[in-house]
């Protein structure tokens, strides 16, 4: 069994990495420890690495089309991993998951339509459709003892029959739930019955912690009004830490939803993937489970340690553990500063880049995301920064 090495040191500036290479003109520094953009620094699984190089070697990169290994790898992905059986002809490529959320709003609303999300949640799920023009409905997660649950009562009171889609970011990011069955089944009959179309972005759902006793549930799964009224986004971007490659999928069930999204990615060529996406999505889910078993091992204990130091040494900032993936909401509210000051304390004095808790939208006012799918001696760093910088403010 090969054995990865996670602490290997790789350096990545100067390789137009947005998380290394996009720090002085996002955050006016480029000497920040990054721990932002939500993708690992990592090398990927060797097998990737030699299936896209051996692919170079060949030296014609022509019009490629998908092969039936790349539709039978994600469909034995999906059901080994999910419990989810799907067929080939619900699948399509979709050139990223945000642009994927952009073509179902433009698909299916109008702009005198609404669609529902439930902050804090990833950015995008309220910019994306904003920047199209419908508005936004919030349904805000409801934080208790420490972890997000949906409000579902919240969310029948809010529904009008303006409100056409619903973004399921399923498992969630930034708080790191992984909905339960019981959700699910009741954000679907919900939906179903008020002929809002659920969007389930399922990015994420590859790294849940099942160790720790987390299970993924795809939506679409749940039950039939789940099948009937969704569409599934999933990718092995986050998951093999190949975001730049641009492999994510959709899987939809419901012909008459797929048709009609089929037909609007044809009609601009949309589905068509390119060559080293579809060769890297198909060998990642093929060879990629041992490296995903033991880089989820790897992030794991980075979370441990995270939470473990923040007790020890700085418990005025709490970190909220994921089921899923490598960010770790951090609730920064005990330091009572409004949030640019909060942001200043990370990026000036501990000179940390994360992503500032506000973006997120409504209920992220006083926390912080941190990545921490890096060697665990930058986490280290980046926690001592951290506590010089709280010391400091609070005259420590
Ligand atoms: C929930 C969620 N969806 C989508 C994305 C981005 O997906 P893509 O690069 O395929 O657009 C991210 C990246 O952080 C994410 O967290």
Request: one cysteine or more; charged letters at 25%.
């Amino acid at each position: 069994m090969t054995k990865y090495n996670f602490d290997e040191i790789v350096d990545r500036k100067g390789t137009n990495a947005l998380k290394v290479d996009a720090l002085q003109e996002r955050y006016g520094d480029a000497n920040l420890i990054p721990l932002w953009v939500a993708d690992m620094d990592f090398k990927v699984a060797q097998e990737i690495t030699d299936a896209i190089i051996e692919r170079a070697r060949h030296g014609v990169f022509g019009y490629t089309c998908p092969s039936q290994e790349y539709y039978n790898a994600i469909i034995n992905w999906v059901d080994r991993h999910h419990s989810w059986t799907i067929k080939q002809e619900w699948i399509s490529f979709v050139p990223g998951i945000v642009k994927g959320i952009a073509f179902v709003i433009d698909a299916f609303t109008t702009s005198e339509d609404k669609v529902i999300i439930q902050p804090p949640v990833y950015h995008p799920f309220r910019i994306i459709p904003t920047l199209h023009h419908r508005a936004i409905v919030n349904n805000c997660l409801k934080l208790e003892a420490g972890r997000y649950n949906m409000d579902l009562d919240g969310l029948k009171t809010i529904i009008t029959s303006e409100c056409k889609v619903l973004i399921l970011c399923n498992p969630h990011n930034p708080g790191g739930r992984v909905w339960t069955r019981e959700e699910l089944i009741d954000i679907a009959e919900i939906c179903y019955d008020n002929k809002v179309l659920v969007i389930s972005d399922e990015i994420h759902a590859d790294l849940t912690f099942e160790k720790q006793g987390h299970k993924h549930i795809p939506f679409a799964s749940v039950s039939e009004k789940a099948a009937q009224n969704s569409i599934t986004f999933m990718a092995p971007s986050k998951t093999f830490n190949i975001a730049g490659l641009v492999s994510s999928f959709a899987v939809i069930p419901n012909q008459e939803l797929r048709e009609k999204f089929f037909a609007y990615l044809e009609k601009s060529e949309l589905s068509e993937g390119h060559i080293f996406a579809l060769l890297g999505a198909q060998v990642a889910y093929e060879k990629g489970d041992e490296w995903l078993a033991q880089a989820k091992d790897y992030i794991w204990d980075n979370i441990t340690f995270v939470d473990e130091y923040l007790k020890k040494n700085i418990p005025q900032i709490k970190a909220m553990l994921p089921d899923a993936s490598f960010l770790v909401w951090l609730d920064c509210k005990d330091l009572n500063l409004p949030q640019a000051e909060l942001q200043n304390l990370f990026i000036k004095d501990a000179k940390l880049a994360l992503n500032t808790g506000t973006m997120f939208g409504v209920g992220g006012e006083g926390y912080m995301r941190m990545n921490v799918a890096i060697r665990r001696q930058v986490i280290e760093q980046a926690l001592e920064n951290l506590k010089n910088a709280v010391n400091k403010l609070l005259g420590i």
